[in-house]
């Protein structure tokens, strides 16, 4: 005889497959792609497959099987595709799903059933789904294999920020103290440029640490994933044959093209790897998310050459002369980002220039009105 809560988790762990069965009957009644509508009406019959093994778990234990009741959760997530369409709710679909393959690890009878393996499947192909902005038709799905996600773009708008963000922080920076010395009638300029050279290599190490910390920890993540799709596709071969199909399927094939793409492709483990890694976890085996020493020394070099600029000018002259010269390149470092950043935005440069002009400067002010109003209180 089965135990309380034994019945308690049967119970639990059935309205979770009834309400993700009825999920994804919604999903497809109110999807217009016909390979994606099948794709949901087949995830809901495995989902329906699970609501019955726990239907048989209770009755095995002598308790009432209790009638389907959906959640709010699930009514609104449905209520939510039909208004602004199933690609909406994606995301959140693959969260549940993963939710569910690790409330079911430690769980023997889910394990040994393969439950925990269908809600891993799942919670990848919906992952995979929430990340494609449209299904491509079968013809175009034979250039897939192989394919690289270019991130130049990424990598130069991220660039420019990183050289903003110098520049701003120092010039702030700079300002205050030079805001202070202004205030305590002081005229050497030594510690304004002491204070932004100590800025500049602060920030710029900051960030260099803290990009190589990102991409060392992705590197490590990814790493870890793809181990464990290996170890999936040794142990369970067919069961990743059957990913692959579903999700060559939402990319447009018909079954039969994709039951074929898919067992093509597992012949060859390798290539069978790199296509699951790229496919379902999206990551690029090859890369794993750049070297993280060249990260670093870009994000320490970008942040630097933003940040010298409002220093500089401390450096070959001193006193009033420098605080103006500060104040004439920082503004045009702030004008060139600014104008820089249309090229990913398509606004008009001189607008977008001389907004991120004024923001700049009215940063500045606030940070050295605070510094001379401390240099004043400082000097008596």
Known sequence: MAEQTDIQRYRRNLAAERNAAALYRLLAQCEENASLATLYGRLAETEARHATFWEGRLREAGAAVPKPSLTFRTRMLGFLAKRLGAKMVLPT??????????????????????????????????????????????????????????????????????????????????????????????????????????GLLAGAISMALGEWLSVTSSRELYENQIAIERDELAGDPESEREELTLIYQA?????????????????????????????????????????????????????AGGAVLPVLPYVLTKGMPALAWS???????????????????????????????????????????????????LGG
Not at 144 to 156: K, P, Q, V, Y
Not at 176 to 188: I, K, N, P
């Open 251 to 303: 990319k447009g094939m018909s079954p039969e093209e994709a039951r074929k793409l898919a067992g093509r492709l597992l012949d060859d483990p390798e290539k069978a790897l790199d296509t699951l890694s790229r496919e379902e976890l999206g990551i690029n085996p090859e890369d794993l998310g750049g070297s993280a020493w060249e990260a670093a020394l870009t994000s320490f070099f970008l942040f």
């Open 327 to 377: 104040v004439v390149l920082s503004t045009l470092g702030l004008f060139g980002v600014g104008a820089f950043i249309t090229l990913f935005t398509g606004k008009n440069p001189l607008w977008s220039g001389a907004r991120m002009m004024v923001f700049g400067l009215a940063a500045a002010a606030v940070t050295f009105g605070i510094g001379r109003l401390i240099g004043v209180q």
């Open 93 to 198: 679909v693959a969260a549940i799903e993963r939710s569910a393959g690790a409330e079911y690890s430690g769980q023997a009878d889910a394990e040994a059933a393969g439950l925990s393996r269908d809600e891993r499947s799942h919670a990848k192909i919906f992952g995979f789904l929430s990340r494609e902005t449209k299904t491509l038709d079968g013809g175009a799905l034979a250039r897939l294999e192989g394919r690289h996600r270019s991130a130049g773009g990424n990598a130069l708008r991220a660039g420019v920020m990183g050289a903003n963000d110098g520049l701003v922080s120092n010039f702030s920076l700079v300002m205050g103290v030079a805001g202070a010395a202004v205030g305590a009638h002081a005229t050497d300029s030594h510690a304004v440029l002491v204070t932004g050279v100590a």
